[in-house]
């Protein structure tokens, strides 16, 4: 068997060697130039348009436009700063019982011995998770609504429920956040190599300890990233909540709407701009944490 052959590396000291790296030229440029350009036009134009009107006041009667942060102060002041709080604890609850109830849904497909059960739980998880907005709030509304067939078959309301209460909306956000999640976390799981466990079993180890010191350490980016996804889905949900509560249950997304139309107070255009300038930059510190999870789960379960 001949010995690898290595390439004489010019810069480097007499004799040394260094394998050769490929440089990325201006054609691999040249080929993402069109992403871009689609992306600086579809998302750049509306985030600095935003970003404009909500820091900028235009006086009606002159028609100046200066520099102002009274948008962004009020955003953050009264009923407009309960609307962002009650959105953060809406999501932060809804994604974390979802990553909770998604990991064990994914965890008993993965186990499965049935290749149909699993097919057909991911085929209706890719369906479920993109079923959302006015028809699944009217599906709602005609099961667990105040008259609706299940709230009067099993007497819901003398229990208790309200399906126009955040409670209500916290379960009708799990019926697309659980599919989600489960999407997310079947290829981490598929991910776990067999041989990890075997070597656990070898050495002694119950199952318990294989998840608590080599399963969930692995999963973790991959478990974490999943409950920021599902945040972030939840965070920017508008139309279920609009048709399903209305203004009964404040949420940031429901109180831009309302500024942008008049519905409350005229020429509150810039609070909206403002508000949904808040909702960006939430979104960004979101994915700031989701991007790096994602790329250290990868590096162990690809």
């Known amino acids: 068997m001949s010995a690898p052959t290595t390439t004489p590396h010019p810069g480097g000291p007499a004799g040394g060697t260094a394998p050769r790296r490929r440089r990325r030229g201006p054609r691999t440029w040249l080929a993402a130039l069109p992403l871009l350009v689609f992306t600086g036009l579809c998302f750049g134009i509306p985030l600095g348009a935003i970003a404009f009107g909500a820091v900028t006041r235009t006086d009606p009667a002159t028609g100046a436009t200066h520099v102002t942060g009274e948008h962004l102060a009020r955003s953050l002041q009264g009923p407009y700063l309960t609307s962002l709080t009650g959105s953060v604890q809406l999501s932060a609850l809804t994604a974390l019982i979802a990553t909770l109830l998604g990991v064990l849904i994914a965890q008993a497909l993965v186990t499965s011995r049935s290749g149909a059960l699993r097919s057909a739980a991911l085929t209706a998880s890719g369906v479920l998770a993109n079923f959302g907005g006015v028809p699944l709030a009217f599906a709602f509304i005609a099961t667990a609504g105040i008259s609706g067939v299940v709230t009067q078959l099993a007497d819901l309301t003398g229990l208790g429920w309200d399906l126009y209460s955040f ?14 999640m489960v999407l997310v976390t079947v290829p981490a799981l598929d991910g776990l190599r067999p041989q990890w466990r075997e070597a ?35 965070f920017a949900a508008h139309a279920t909540a609009a048709a399903l509560v209305g203004g009964s249950v404040p949420l940031v997304t429901l109180k831009i709407a309302d500024a942008l139309s008049g519905n409350v107070l005229t020429g509150q255009e810039n609070v909206a701009l403002a508000l949904g300038l808040d909702m960006i930059l939430i979104a960004g510190l979101v994915m700031a944490v989701y991007l790096p999870l994602q790329r250290r789960s990868a590096r162990w379960l690809r």
């Open 167 to 180: 409670t209500g909306l916290t379960v009708v956000y799990l019926y697309f956040l659980i599919p989600l």
């Open 200 to 234: 656990a079993q070898n050495n002694g180890a119950t199952g318990w300890q294989f998840w608590r010191h080599v399963g969930l350490p692995v999963l973790a980016p991959s478990l974490l990233g999943g409950f920021v996804l599902l945040f972030g889905t939840a």
